[in-house]
């Protein structure tokens, strides 16, 4: 998780939207979606600009409003940043295209 992040002065009292969501995305399969990927996803992604007067209420309607295709695409191309996915063993090609 990012607590330098400008909302990060929040988090205590947003928690409980957050791991209502999570519950949501678990209800639809989506287990492996935590507490770090949605955090993730909203302080590098959705308030990558942050406003400087954000009120509590506009936090939770984005968290309560986050779409799990949209998450998991974040998370996707953040595993893809990191480097550890490459093409060059046969193995991993294979498990690719299962």
Do not use: C
């Not at 990558?48 to 998450?71: C, H």
């Not at 974040?74 to 940043?81: D, G, H, L, N």
């Amino acid at each position: 998780m990012n607590p330098n992040h400008q909302y990060g002065r929040f988090y205590k009292q947003i928690k409980p939207a957050l791991v209502s969501k999570i519950e949501e995305f678990k209800i639809f399969g989506y287990e492996q979606v935590g507490e770090k990927e949605l955090w993730d996803y909203l302080t590098k992604k959705k308030w990558k600009k942050p406003k400087d007067e954000i009120q509590m209420y506009e936090l939770v309607a984005d968290i309560l409003s986050a779409k799990i295709g949209d998450v998991m695409n974040f998370t996707t191309v953040e595993a893809f940043k990191l480097g550890d996915f490459t093409m060059d063993d046969e193995e991993e090609r294979k498990e690719l295209l299962k």
